[in-house]
T-cell receptor, first 111, second 114 residues
Framework: DAKTTQPPSMDCAEGRAANLPCNHS???????VYWYRQIHSQGPQYIIH???NNETNEMASLIITEDRKSSTLILPHATLRDTAVYYC????????????FGKGTSLLVTP | EAGVTQFPSHSVIEKGQTVTLRCDPI?????LYWYRRVMGKEIKFLLH????????ESGMPNNRFLAERTGGTYSTLKVQPAELEDSGVYFC????????????FGQGTRLTVV
């Protein structure tokens, strides 16, 4: 059972920042927050993950609230190729390595 | 560096036949996972290997599915005999044996049972 809550869909204009929220109020102290995306039927693509601190890489930024009960994935300049289903997953740590994909957020980037 | 590789990319078999899917993880990754997505459903975890040992096979649907990872390198997932409801996309992923390390996925094998 997924331990995260995400909006089912979001729209974003090309070139704008896409901010995808995720609630994970039951996250354990040693669990990480992972973000993956799936474009069409391709294999899930790793985006970013974090434990407590905010993280940034070449693809995105991850903002985790201080109480760790929610987070936001930020795609700073969305392109049409960022249209995909985005999954927020908590896990790792003592809960093992299996990723529990929920329904995710379907992000549509429009011209 | 080569990513996770899966063979074949597509397979169409008749009900009752046997199919074997193969996964080559990223070199040096001790963790290997199998997932699948059946039509209209979410991606579901099947099982997890640490090297050659099955760490967690709680997601395996029934005993028609057999996964192996002899030698702790590549893995195979055999479905015998295949049923119609086994149709879907089977993904393999691997990660290093580091707490919290991200997993990298292959492109999947699309299995169609007719």
């Amino acid at each position: 059972d997924a331990k995260t809550t995400q909006p089912p869909s979001m729209d974003c204009a090309e070139g704008r920042a896409a901010n995808l929220p995720c609630n994970h109020s039951t996250i354990s102290g040693n669990e990480y927050v992972y973000w993956y995306r799936q474009i069409h039927s391709q294999g899930p693509q790793y985006i970013i993950h974090g434990l407590k601190n905010n993280e940034t890489n070449e693809m995105a930024s991850l903002i985790i609230t201080e109480d760790r009960k929610s987070s936001t994935l930020i795609l700073p300049h969305a392109t049409l190729r960022d249209t995909a289903v985005y999954y927020c997953i908590v896990g790792g740590g003592n809960s093992g390595y299996a990723l529990n994909f929920g329904k995710g957020t379907s992000l549509l980037v429009t011209p | 560096e080569a990513g996770v590789t899966q063979f074949p990319s597509h397979s169409v078999i008749e009900k009752g036949q046997t199919v074997t899917l193969r996964c080559d993880p990223i070199s040096g990754h001790d963790n290997l996972y199998w997932y699948r997505r059946v039509m209209g459903k979410e991606i579901k975890f099947l099982l997890h290997f640490v090297k050659e040992s099955k760490q967690d096979e709680s997601g395996m649907p029934n005993n028609r599915f057999l996964a192996e990872r002899t030698g702790g390198t590549y893995s195979t997932l055999k479905v015998q005999p295949a049923e119609l409801e086994d149709s879907g996309v089977y993904f393999c992923a691997s990660s290093p044996l580091i707490v919290g390390a991200e997993a990298f996925f292959g492109q999947g094998t699309r299995l169609t049972v007719v």
